[in-house]
């Protein structure tokens, strides 16, 4: 366990703040069966001491103890500036159920909440709890959800709201800011046993490598270019990507202001607070690769202890240097499959790209131009699917050149279809939806989280009752004001 790893010079062990009178708002099914869960019929916890331990108010279990719950020290970039340390202001680690750590988000104050009430607030916490499991459902590696529990406790934000735990599940919730925190603090024996638990419990291939931190870095980096290439993959923008919030495992994580592209602007960005777009949906390829540049910098001391005489920001810097290409082959496999090719044809990055900025140029829905692309038939000229764009002249062009790629491909137009809609989805968290479970939720109706859901565990299939939850934002649905507060 990665806890049992860290020393209290760079943690503190704490208990959760009780949560007055809390109150079960929803549990997922699938991350509750991950960790042997049982649920009723009632989709909850069939031993009701599952509620007073998610929320905080109990470490005690029919007997079994969470006998060390703990915050832990971290530091990090944000937007793009080095803001020292950070840690677990608001999420504490309760312990391990089946090989998953188990960590409650809004379980008050810590010693490192700086300024912050250690809460979150009921809005947030909806959407952290719908989108970790709308990912994973999409195929997207995260961090997990397993329940939200609400509570009147008062919370001030901009105004005052109530506060709400969110129980989050993941191998481990290491951070490339845990490394950045022991390289800047000079804690170079606690980066050698972070790195070392890294290895032994979720990099395994690294062990025989001769250079093993070096190997670390590079498989670190790879997840991260992966986890990535899946988000540009469903038009998701992550909205703070700073090296905190960045997993050691590579998967998305502290879910804030992100945001699907609905209208697709491929310099969209979803955090307000972000007002030089740095984490542009565009832009968030770069930015991952600049954060596997602060966790190259903060494993030079580590490389230099494995390869003593050679230059180790040198052998990292080269190291880091992989990250694009990676990056690339990912994006261009997924998008391929995205477009329903199977095969490969040297113009093929262009094709999509093209696409891209045909969406871009006309502010087409990111989900449905590709839902719907499957469709499309390799012969018949006529297709539907041009009258989302409005530039019909430009579409048509784009529509030759993707029937006459098609010929190459063997499969029928049947198969292709089956097989695009196994990967573009229908049904994503998008903005306007979470916004409108949040007012109901407000209001102390949850049947629209509960909705929402079901419908995103399935977001490839059909689902036509739900049909209107696949249509983009009208005008005045559109979400503008998502910040940092939360
Ligand atoms: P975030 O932007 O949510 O990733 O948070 C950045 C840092 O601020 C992390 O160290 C958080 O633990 C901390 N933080 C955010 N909100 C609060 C809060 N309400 N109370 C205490 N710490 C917080
Ligand atoms: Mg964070």
């Given at each position: 366990?990665?806890?049992?790893?860290?020393?209290?010079d760079?943690?503190?062990f704490?208990?959760?703040?009780p949560l007055?009178?809390p109150?079960?708002?929803?549990?997922?099914t699938?991350?509750?069966?991950?960790?042997?869960?049982?649920?009723g019929?009632?989709?909850?916890?069939?031993?009701?001491?599952?509620?007073?331990?998610?929320?905080g108010?109990?470490a005690?279990?029919g007997?079994?103890l969470?006998p060390?719950?703990m915050?832990?020290?971290?530091s990090?970039?944000?937007?793009?500036?080095?803001?020292?340390q950070?840690?677990?202001?608001?999420?504490?680690?309760?312990?391990?159920?089946?090989?998953q750590?188990?960590q409650?988000?809004?379980a008050g104050m810590?010693r490192?909440?700086?300024?912050g009430?250690?809460?979150?607030v009921?809005?947030s916490?909806?959407?952290?709890f719908?989108?970790?499991?709308?990912?994973?459902?999409l195929?997207?590696?995260?961090?997990?959800a397993?329940s939200?529990?609400?509570?009147k406790?008062?919370?001030?934000?901009?105004?005052?709201?109530?506060a709400?735990v969110?129980?989050?599940?993941a191998?481990?919730?290491?951070?490339?800011?845990?490394?950045?925190?022991?390289?800047?603090?000079?804690?170079?024996?606690?980066?050698?046993?972070?790195?070392a638990?890294?290895?032994?419990?979720?990099y395994?291939?690294?062990q025989?490598?001769?250079?093993?931190?070096?190997?670390?870095?590079?498989a670190?980096?790879?997840?991260?270019?992966?986890c990535?290439?899946?988000w540009?993959?469903?038009?998701?923008?992550h909205?703070?990507?700073?090296?905190?919030?960045?997993?050691?495992?590579?998967?998305t994580?502290?879910?804030?202001p992100f945001?699907?592209l609905?209208?697709?602007?491929?310099?969209?960005i979803?955090?307000?607070?972000?007002?030089?777009?740095?984490?542009a949906y565009?832009?968030?390829?770069?930015?991952?690769?600049?954060?596997?540049a602060?966790?190259?910098?903060?494993?030079?001391?580590?490389v230099?202890?494995?390869?003593?005489?050679d230059?180790a920001?040198?052998?990292?810097?080269?190291?880091?240097?992989?990250?694009?290409?990676?990056?690339?082959?990912?994006?261009?496999?997924?998008?391929r499959g995205?477009l329903?090719?199977?095969?490969?044809?040297?113009d093929?990055?262009?094709?999509?790209?093209s696409?891209?900025?045909?969406?871009?140029?006309?502010?087409?829905?990111?989900?449905?131009?590709?839902?719907?692309?499957s469709?499309?038939?390799k012969?018949?000229?006529?297709?539907n699917?041009r009258?989302?764009?409005?530039?019909?002249?430009?579409?048509?062009?784009?529509?030759?050149?993707y029937?006459?790629?098609?010929?190459?491909?063997?499969?029928?137009?049947a198969?292709?279809?089956a097989?695009?809609?196994?990967?573009?989805?229908?049904?994503?968290?998008?903005n306007h939806?979470?916004?409108?479970?949040?007012?109901?939720?407000?209001?102390d109706?949850f049947?629209?989280?509960?909705?929402?859901?079901?419908?995103?565990?399935?977001?490839?299939?059909?689902?036509?009752?739900f049909?209107?939850?696949a249509?983009?934002?009208?005008p005045d649905?559109?979400v503008t004001?998502?910040?940092c507060?939360?």
């Amino acid at each position: 366990m990665a806890f049992s790893l860290i020393g209290d010079d760079t943690c503190q062990f704490i208990a959760p703040s009780p949560l007055p009178d809390p109150y079960w708002i929803a549990v997922s099914t699938e991350a509750a069966e991950l960790v042997g869960i049982s649920l009723g019929s009632n989709q909850l916890p069939t031993d009701p001491d599952w509620l007073a331990v998610l929320a905080g108010n109990s470490a005690e279990l029919g007997g079994r103890l969470f006998p060390k719950p703990m915050a832990t020290a971290y530091s990090g970039h944000q937007f793009g500036h080095w803001a020292g340390q950070l840690g677990d202001g608001r999420a504490i680690l309760l312990g391990e159920l089946k090989h998953q750590e188990l960590q409650l988000k809004g379980a008050g104050m810590t010693r490192y909440s700086r300024m912050g009430d250690g809460r979150a607030v009921l809005r947030s916490s909806i959407r952290e709890f719908l989108c970790s499991e709308a990912m994973h459902a999409l195929g997207i590696p995260t961090t997990r959800a397993l329940s939200l529990v609400g509570s009147k406790q008062a919370v001030r934000r901009e105004t005052m709201e109530t506060a709400a735990v969110c129980s989050r599940l993941a191998p481990s919730f290491i951070r490339i800011g845990h490394f950045e925190h022991y390289a800047a603090n000079g804690l170079h024996v606690r980066s050698q046993e972070l790195a070392a638990y890294l290895i032994e419990a979720h990099y395994p291939e690294c062990q025989s490598s001769s250079t093993p931190y070096l190997a670390l870095f590079k498989a670190i980096s790879a997840r991260n270019a992966r986890c990535v290439a899946h988000w540009q993959g469903v038009g998701f923008c992550h909205g703070v990507l700073n090296s905190d919030n960045i997993s050691a495992l590579g998967l998305t994580m502290d879910y804030g202001p992100f945001g699907f592209l609905d209208h697709t602007a491929l310099d969209h960005i979803c955090n307000h607070t972000d007002s030089g777009g740095r984490y542009a949906y565009h832009r968030q390829p770069k930015i991952m690769h600049w954060n596997m540049a602060c966790l190259a910098n903060a494993m030079v001391p580590l490389v230099e202890m494995e390869s003593p005489g050679d230059d180790a920001a040198d052998i990292l810097r080269t190291a880091l240097g992989a990250f694009p290409p990676e990056y690339e082959a990912e994006w261009l496999g997924l998008f391929r499959g995205k477009l329903g090719l199977q095969t490969v044809a040297p113009d093929d990055m262009e094709l999509i790209e093209s696409l891209l900025q045909l969406m871009h140029a006309n502010r087409a829905d990111f989900t449905n131009v590709f839902r719907s692309l499957s469709a499309v038939q390799k012969k018949d000229g006529h297709s539907n699917w041009r009258d989302q764009f409005l530039d019909r002249d430009a579409t048509d062009a784009w529509l030759t050149q993707y029937r006459t790629r098609l010929m190459q491909e063997s499969s029928s137009d049947a198969e292709r279809a089956a097989h695009m809609n196994r990967i573009n989805p229908k049904f994503i968290l998008r903005n306007h939806l979470a916004q409108r479970a949040i007012e109901m939720a407000q209001g102390d109706d949850f049947t629209e989280v509960n909705r929402l859901q079901l419908i995103l565990s399935r977001p490839f299939d059909e689902q036509p009752a739900f049909e209107q939850y696949a249509l983009a934002p009208l005008p005045d649905e559109v979400v503008t004001d998502l910040s940092c507060s939360s």
